[in-house]
C-alpha cells in the first residue's frame, strides 16, 4: 500500500518482482545472478519524471554495493497520473541471499524534485530461504 503524505500530491507507488537466474549463475564460483522488475506507477495528481536512481546492494557477508545513475534502463520516464512505467534489471551477488532498497529522484513539471523511496526487497537462491 503506498504511503501518503500529507499536503504531497506526489504519490508513487513501487511494486518489486524478482528471479533467480541459474543459467547465469555460477554456484561453486560463487556467482549468484538475479532479476528484478520494477513496476513504478504515478498515483498522483501531477505527471512525474524519474531522472535518477540510488540503489544500495548488501549481501549476506554484509558488502555493500551503492549503485547511482541517470533514469533506468536508459530512460527517464514521464509518469502521467494513473499511469505506470515496468522494467527489468539485474544484479550479481557473491552470495546465495542479499537484499536491495534504494530511491529514485523525481521532477515535476514545475522543477521541483523529490525523492522516491523503494521498500527492501530480497535476493535469494530458491530453496535456500525457507
Known amino acids: 500500500m503506498p504511503r501518503m503524505e500529507k499536503n504531497n500530491p506526489h504519490v508513487i507507488d513501487i511494486q518489486t518482482q524478482v528471479n533467480y537466474l541459474p543459467e ?13 522488475t ?5 498515483l498522483g495528481n501531477e505527471p512525474v519524471k524519474l531522472v535518477s536512481r540510488h540503489w544500495i546492494i548488501t549481501d549476506a557477508d554484509h558488502h555493500v554495493q551503492e549503485v547511482r545513475g541517470q533514469g533506468v534502463v536508459g530512460e527517464q520516464p514521464l509518469l502521467k497520473p494513473s499511469q505506470s512505467f515496468e522494467y ?6 557473491t552470495t546465495q541471499v542479499g537484499t536491495m532498497r534504494g530511491s529514485y529522484q523525481m521532477l515535476t513539471d514545475d522543477g521541483a ?8 526487497f530480497v535476493l535469494s537462491v530458491p530453496r535456500v530461504l525457507h
Do not use: A, C, K, M
Not at 527489468?88 to 551477488?93: A, D, F, H, I, K
Not at 524534485?113 to 527492501?120: A, E, G, K, L, M
Open 24 to 36: 547465469q549463475s555460477d554456484e561453486t564460483g560463487n556467482r549468484f545472478v538475479f532479476s528484478y
Open 38 to 42: 520494477i513496476t513504478i506507477t504515478n
Open 88 to 93: 527489468t534489471s539485474g544484479t550479481v551477488l
Open 113 to 120: 524534485q523529490f525523492d522516491v523511496d523503494i521498500p527492501q
